[in-house]
């Protein structure tokens, strides 16, 4: 079945730092592929998407690139802030489908 | 405001006491499903529906019922609620997918579910 393998945190980065989230995925066909992030006591909302290869996805200064030839999709961030404090969700939904297969989540703290 | 409403945030029951968490949603969505969040097990289905009175199972459905009589509720049930059902819970909705692209799931604020 599908599944999405994100790494495991926590992750603790400074002030102005690069953030790198590695996720990849296994699934038949082309799959829609999607971060989430949830702050503290919310519930998930959306932070990018991408629907087929080498799309781009991209929002609030954070970028995830659909590689098909690597099952990848790696979030990152060019200068994190304390306000991106959260914790960060790789999802799958099969093209056609509704369902959405998430990662475990990586919790990421940003210190000033 | 687009939102997924869920209630209560915070509930702390008793083994074998039946209760409902309720979820409403204003965005005429279709689509609408049930999870669970466990420490390093992230988000596991636990029931959805594709439309009023359609509903299926999801990964983890033993333990739970819903049903789907409107088409902005669909409420999750634990009739016979244990300890392991202690856990975070989150209603979400979406609108069918138009042919190939995904779609955004909009996820309502949580239910934190404590069974003792």
């Known amino acids: 079945g599908d599944s999405v393998t994100q790494m495991e945190g926590p992750v603790t980065l400074s002030e102005e730092a690069f953030l790198t989230i590695n996720c990849t995925y296994t699934a038949t066909g082309y799959p829609s592929l999607f971060w989430y992030v949830q702050y503290p006591g919310e519930g998930l909302q959306l932070l990018l998407k991408?629907?087929?290869?080498?799309d781009k996805g991209s929002n609030k200064g954070f970028e995830a690139t659909y590689r098909k030839e690597t099952t990848s999709f790696h979030l990152e961030k060019g200068s994190v802030q304390v306000s991106d404090s959260a914790v960060y969700f790789c999802?799958?939904?099969?093209?056609?489908?509704?369902?959405?297969?998430f990662g475990t989540g990586t919790k990421l703290q940003v210190i000033p | 405001e687009a939102q997924v409403t869920q209630n209560p945030r915070y509930l702390i029951t008793v083994t074998g006491k039946k209760l409902t968490v309720t979820c409403s949603q204003n965005?005429?969505?279709?689509?609408m499903s049930w999870y669970r969040q466990d420490p390093g097990l992230g988000l596991r289905q636990i029931y959805y529906s594709m439309n009023v009175e359609v509903t299926d199972k999801g990964d983890v459905p033993e333990g739970y019922k819903v049903s789907r009589k409107e088409k902005r509720n669909f409420p999750l049930i634990l009739e016979s609620p244990s300890p392991n059902q202690t856990s975070l819970y989150f209603c979400?909705?979406?609108?069918?997918?138009?042919?190939?692209?995904?779609?955004?799931?909009?996820f309502g604020q949580g239910t934190r579910l404590t069974v003792v």
């Open positions: 991408a629907t087929k290869a080498d």
């Open positions: 999802a799958l939904s099969p093209r056609g489908y509704q369902k959405v297969t």
């Open positions: 979400a909705s979406s609108s069918l997918g138009q042919g190939t692209s995904g779609t955004e799931a909009f």
């Open positions: 965005m005429n969505h279709e689509y």
